[in-house]
């Protein structure tokens, strides 16, 4: 079967015998009946479901999620590409995880969005899935639970939201936030001007519109080959995202008839094309924990090491926020993803698999910077070597990341003494005008990891301590086992795994402690020997969660580290639905 530039071949009305909704619709028996019968309770005639594929359409619309709160919409326009290419669209609601209302962490409950979005693809008549998404854990906690249930399946995001604007300047959501926030703790802004600023810098529904997390997992599951090619950063409020949408309804519908599943899109080679656009575009450091779960999900075996090796040969190329000027709806109109790809040439493996049944290379043919200030050229980039860079020492023997293009370059190489906080303290105490800080300090956060947390919150962009900010400083060398918002910026050094919960070194640090960052070399020590190490690790009390239910209950048991990528461990690989029905009574 042939194969275009708009998406996989229709078919030719003769598949519906391996249609997996077929094992729920067809059969003659007790069970088909009551399957038929209760889908035409909601309005639908037998023709309209009967022998076609069946699109279950996974929504994390939420009112308590703003970056999603135009999914319904969206939903609409899927719909309407699912009824035009001959299938059946059934949208479900799944979990909407909120980065910014939920507590206490998104990252525990991306997690609970995967296994919502897997069981609901197994357990329901669905030929193939599209996964709406747009809020930071939406995109991968979706596409987490989708490969795992292993059912053809693409995402659709919601889009960045309208550029911001505050006196004469574009402002984006949420790099300027902290900025403002910064610019009031300094004295800078009143706090009336401050005030004015909430409803400056988040206009519209639609994720942030920086390089943050939504930003760049959108752009790495274009990458990846899991959505359309053009898709990641259309404006929510551009009538082309409805037009994608529809379009990806259509794709949906193709790709049920063929049975193109995640499994054969994401391969070591796709996932080393989205290392390669997470360099390229100064992503979210985020990205690496969710392509690492992604990568145990399809049971591909990446290294965090990886990273490093693939940043050696590739350009970092975006300017967009918070490590450059733009924001996405300039990095649309420049080309967005399909022309980062072009730039990078020959560095992407194009045979790459992707949900159009066409190569990454046949996707982007032709396709290059329509504006180099935004999306420089690999032969003039911003950087040799890309953005993130994945450190090793005795304080993280696991690994810790840090976003070199956001950081201040003057503190890459860096030696100071320790002032250690645990996470309930560190707020109030930097608020303290007469905190023991210089300069050359190493302000560190413990006891935010996986465990500590609990699940990993975005609590790592320190903030600079009130003495510094009075004195005229802006950064200093933050480290901790937490996150950091792809939106954040500065010299951060986050995800230190082991984490201290679980009595990882960065538990042993005490005050005045020398610590030594080395980003070129790739390294983080604290100056001790092996055996001071083991000696205080001795000391150490074990840390007991006092929680005997519930998701939480279940996160604390299985819970993996940073550098496995948070996950579950009972959720890694892939149980494949077969399609199998069984009509069991449920008497007992």
Known sequence: MTTTREGLAPGDGGEAQHLRSSEWFDRDDFAGWVFRSFIKAEGFPEESFRNKPVIGIANTWSEVTNCNAHLRDLADFVKRGVISAGGFPLEFPVLSTAEVQMMPSTMMYRNLLAMDVEESLRAHPFDAGVLLTGCDKTTPGALMGALSADIPSLVCT???????????????????CHLFWTARRRGDLSPEEHHETEEVVTRSAGHCQ?????????????????????????????SRRRAMAYRTGVQAVALARQRLTPSRILTPASFDNAIRVLHA????????????????????????DRFNELRADTPWLVNLRPSGDWLMEEFFQAGGVPAVIGELGGRIDGSASTVTGLTVAENVAGRRSANHDVIRTAADPLAARGAIVVLRGNLCPDGAVIKVTAADRRKLRHRGPALVFDRTEILEATEDPDLDVTPDTVLIMRGAGPIGGPGMPESGHLPVPQRLLSQGYDDLVRISDARI?????????????????????????????IIELDVEAGTLNVALSEDELRERAGELDSYAPDVNRGFLALHYEHALQADRGCDLDVLRGRTPADGAVEWRSRRR
Do not use: Q
């Not at 960045?160 to 505050?166: E, S």
């Not at 959108?218 to 053009?230: R, W």
């Not at 939106?487 to 005045?512: D, F, K, M, Q, S």
């Open 485 to 513: 918002s792809g939106t954040a910026y500065g010299t951060v050094v986050a995800h230190v795994a082991p984490e201290a919960a679980i009595g990882g070194p960065l538990a042993c640090v005490r005050n005045g402690d």
């Open 281 to 304: 575009i100064g992503g979210s450091t985020n990205a690496v924990i969710h392509l690492m779960a992604l990568a145990g999900r399809a049971e591909v075996d990446l290294a965090l």
């Open 210 to 238: 920086v390089m943050g997390t939504a930003s760049t997992m959108a752009s790495l599951t274009e990458a990846l080959g899991m959505s359309l090619p053009g898709s990641a950063a259309i404006p929510a409020g551009d």
């Open 158 to 176: 919601g889009g960045p939201m309208m550029n911001g604007h505050w006196r004469g300047r574009d402002v984006g959501a949420c790099t300027d």
